[in-house]
């Protein structure tokens, strides 16, 4: 399948921008308390997993990078997947893609209305609730509808203001730490780094979200793995740092639930706790704008390939923004996050992260034999030692989906099947209308 080039989308995302959506899309709110919770698990020790895990998702992200670097339109993880393995496969990687991105929304917006509640005890009654959640999201959907410059424009302003504060963590405490709190106690059992590696892993995800729109991204086949690589070039040493300050200023760090809020008042007092708690607000509002921006692009992408009605692959006759996909988008992730009904999101999406992953992984070779026949285009970034990242790749992806609990597979293989309804759905859907037309 060759890159089609233009389309009815604009494009209107750089280099710098793409940075900062990949940025945007990893660094959510688990930094903000992911910290506590992975000392809990190793002490110290948990320093070199941070290390570890960054290799293994830099296994991930080069087969992305690859994958990625021969398409120009918009689709991500589906248009991957519906290229290299047939409609059914890439149908089921779309669904689940955006079903994760609905449901996540609908988690970070009850934590950004539990955040604010601290400030304003009346956000947390009902009333405030709806109409927090309510404000918030029809606010990121109409600037998404305004046009992807907007939005990125949005994103970026996101982007520096949730690494200021951490910058700022990691800058000024690294001169208040105390030697003596990295001295590990006693050596990790492997069952604790394996489930420090598990929450570490999933720290690290969310990159895939920003490969979506690249139908709005200008020359995507060179900017979105310049773009991808970059960005983790910078998460995983700020990942590190900031681990390694939590460490060495705050002793109690195991029980904390806001560790680099408390952390930054130990070494900087009430006004770099202050930023903190400012700096998890912007980061969620900035995830949240990351997935409006991404979640409605598989809709459109889906019904441009006639697996969804047409209606979502209709796009704004000024803004030229799919306005219909996000629309739908929007009002399901409100009605999810008023529901309480989010309650699943981190279960359903760490798995169908990692069959999304899979499916991407897998993509390198078959596209490879492909291109080679002429098939489609050649990649414009070849992965170092293709077969063996791609190998290594899918060992870590199985043993991590070992991991997961059984009631965790159950919930994705429900919502696999909901996705075959919905294909058979459409595809009935489509037949009838053909005669008509």
Known sequence: MASRGEGPLLRGIGRGSMVALFINAVVGAGIFGLPARVHELLGP?????????????????????????????????????????????????????????VT???????????????????????????????????????????????????ANVFTIGKLVPLLLFVGVGMFFVEPALYVPETAPSVGDFSSAMLLLVFAFTGFETATVPAGEVRDPRRTLPFAILVSMAVIAPLYLLIQAV????????????????????????????????????????????????AAPRILYAMAEQGQLPAVFSRTHAR?????????????CMLALTLSGSFLTAVALSTITRLLAYAATCIAVPVLRRRAAGGGMAPAAFS???????????????????????????????????VGALLMGAAALAAGRASPRA
Do not use: K
């Open 383 to 417: 992965v170092p030692g293709g077969p063996w990242v791609v190998g290594t790749a899918l060992l870590v992806i199985a043993w991590l989906v070992l991991h997961a609990r059984p009631e965790e597979l159950r919930n994705v293989a429900i919502a696999m099947l």
């Open 45 to 101: 020790w948990a320093l070199l997993a941070y290390v570890a895990c960054a290799l293994l998702v830099l296994l991930v992200v080069l087969c992305f990078a690859e994958v990625g670097s021969r398409f120009e339109e918009t689709g991500g993880p589906y248009l991957y997947a519906r290229t290299a393995f047939g409609p059914f496969v890439g149908f089921q990687v779309g669904w689940l893609v955006w079903l994760t991105r």
């Open 246 to 293: 939590s460490i060495g200023t705050l002793p109690g760090l195991a029980s904390s639930t806001t560790p680099l809020a408390d952390a930054a008042g130990r070494f900087a007092g009430s006004l770099g706790a202050g930023v903190i708690v400012l700096g998890a607000l912007v980061s969620i509002s900035g995830t949240l704008n990351g997935l409006v921006l």
């Open 319 to 331: 803004y030229r923004t799919p306005h219909w996909a996000i629309a739908l988008t929007a009002l």
């Open 104 to 154: 996540a929304f609908a988690a970070l917006c009850n934590l950004l209305i539990d955040y604010l509640a601290h400030a304003w005890p009346a956000v947390a009654s009902t009333g405030g609730r709806v109409a927090v959640a309510s404000l918030a999201t029809l606010a990121i959907a109409a600037v998404n509808i305004r046009g992807v410059r907007t939005a990125a424009i949005v």
